[in-house]
Nanobody, 127 residues
Framework: QVQLVESGGGLVQAGGFLRLSCATSDRTFKYYGMAWFRQAPGKEREFVAAINKFGDSTYYKDSVQGRFIISRDNAKNTLYLQMNSLKPEDTAVYFC????????????????????WGQGTQVTVSS
């Protein structure tokens, strides 16, 4: 069981930035493809960004491409999401997710593919 803990959420004005972190003590972190999802009130959880286990391949939702950057530090067992030029429509609870990918170098963006989830961190962008 991989436990994921998100942090870094908060309240920010439109145009501002935040950096989310997702940490685990599990040393098998380096074998997992990782992603960020988000869920706004009254809406379904949606994909935001994904990264493969090596950190050299990424994929983004169209609306965050060019504003958000997903990265990871396997030595620190931590996933990051740098969010720049934030918009009110980015307001949501952000979740990190892990998919065991020992035999694969791919990233994954389908919600049902993920094995483990964090508890979420709230991001609120005011206009």
């Amino acid at each position: 069981q991989v436990q994921l803990v998100e942090s870094g959420g908060g309240l920010v004005q439109a145009g501002g930035f935040l950096r989310l972190s997702c940490a685990t003590s599990d040393r098998t972190f380096k074998y997992y493809g990782m992603a960020w999802f988000r869920q706004a009130p009254g809406k379904e959880r949606e994909f935001v960004a994904a990264i493969n286990k090596f950190g050299d391949s990424t994929y983004y939702k169209d609306s965050v491409q060019g504003r958000f950057i997903i990265s990871r530090d396997n030595a620190k067992n931590t996933l990051y999401l740098q969010m720049n030029s934030l918009k009110p429509e980015d307001t949501a609870v952000y979740f990190c997710a892990a998919k065991f990918a020992y035999y694969s170098s791919s990233y994954y963006y389908m919600i049902d593919e993920y094995d483990y989830w964090g508890q979420g961190t709230q991001v609120t962008v005011s206009s």
